[in-house]
């Protein structure tokens, strides 16, 4: 059975339960709907040089260190040429 395991537990959960469990994620499931449209309407950039990486922010450097990950900050200023 190649998906077995899905089909059994799927089976094993009945439609009253199935339903109240969707109705407890409903503001989640519109919250992932939401966030997985897209928008034409959005606001952009005015100039392409707006989009340019600059390195490396100080707010950066501070969650590199939280996450004790020096070298993804290395990497970063390298690849800003500092």
């Not at 952009?44 to 900050?73: H, I, V």
């Amino acid at each position: 059975m190649k998906h077995g395991i899905f089909f059994v537990r799927a089976r094993a959960i009945n439609e009253k339960d199935f339903l109240a469990r969707l109705g407890e994620q409903r503001d989640l499931a519109l919250l992932f709907k939401n966030l997985a449209t897209l928008r034409t309407d959005a606001p952009l950039f005015n100039k392409f040089e707006t989009l340019r990486w600059r390195g490396a922010t100080p707010a950066f450097a501070a969650w590199a260190d939280r996450m004790e990950a020096p070298r993804l900050l290395e990497r970063c200023e390298k690849a800003a040429g500092r």
